[in-house]
């Protein structure tokens, strides 16, 4: 089946550091989503984009829509401690259903020890 | 306002009963989607439903089943189950048309099968 690949599985981020994160794809998605899952909460969703190119800021977050169709990054810029948390990118490739989507495998942000 | 509503929010089984979860959409949301979290792991479509019709199915074995009531609420049946079973399972719902701002997840229930 279709898969994402998310980019880095984990990182370790110190307070104030900008964060960068990536989803890849080898088809093409109509729709870009961005999640937040804190521990036994369910998805989040911070940032939805739905045409190839668009760049959308929700406070400290920003996310693009690659303009292949086919990746999309979020950065979090000056990062707090309560980013800390998994991020899943997840989508709904072109012609795919219209509702159920895709999800990366997240990424893991952390406070650096 | 009101969210997805998920009962119950922990559930303990042993191998080879069954379970049933509970969802309830927001209200006006016509579609209900299952998602299935093993621990690590990433949510992966079981099955959805549209105006209590099934509209879509993923990877939902045989044991399990599911559907969608007149007042919008769904059910996941989980029959013979097994260890494999146990993980986050999560309702979200949408109201068609509204696009991903109306897909809103529910805090899950988790199964543990021992």
Redesign the interface.
């Known amino acids: 089946g279709q898969q994402l690949n998310q980019s880095p599985q984990s990182m370790f981020i110190q307070e104030g550091e900008d964060v960068s994160m990536n989803c890849t794809s080898s088809s093409i998605f109509n729709t870009w989503l961005w999640y937040k899952q804190d521990p036994g909460e369910g998805p989040v969703l911070l940032i939805a984009l739905y045409k190839a190119g668009e760049l959308t800021s929700n406070g400290r977050l920003t996310a693009q829509f690659g303009i292949t169709r086919k990746d999309s990054f979020l950065n979090i810029s000056a990062s707090i401690p309560s980013d800390v948390g998994i991020y899943f990118c997840a989508g709904r490739a072109q012609g795919g259903s219209q509702g159920n989507l895709i999800f990366g495998k997240g990424t893991k942000l952390s406070v650096k020890p | 306002a009101a969210g997805?509503i998920q009962s119950p929010r922990h559930l303990i089984k042993e191998k080879r009963e069954t379970a049933t979860l509970k969802c309830y959409p927001i209200p006006r949301h016509d579609?209900v989607?299952w998602y299935q979290q093993g621990p690590g792991?990433?949510?992966?479509?079981l099955i959805?439903f549209?105006e209590k019709m099934q509209?879509?199915k993923?990877s939902i074995p045989d044991r399990f089943s599911a559907q969608q009531f007149s007042d919008y609420h769904s059910e996941l049946n989980m029959s013979s189950l097994e260890l494999g079973d146990s993980a986050?399972y999560?309702c979200?719902s949408?109201h068609?048309g509204q696009?991903?701002?109306g897909?809103?997840?529910?805090?899950?229930t988790?199964l543990t099968v021992v």
Not at chain 2, 41 to 45: G, I, N, S, T, V
Not at chain 2, 103 to 108: A, C, D, L, P
């Open positions: 997805v579609t989607y792991q990433d949510p992966q479509f959805s549209y509209s879509d993923g986050l999560f979200a949408s068609r696009g991903a701002y897909y809103t997840f529910g805090s899950g988790r």
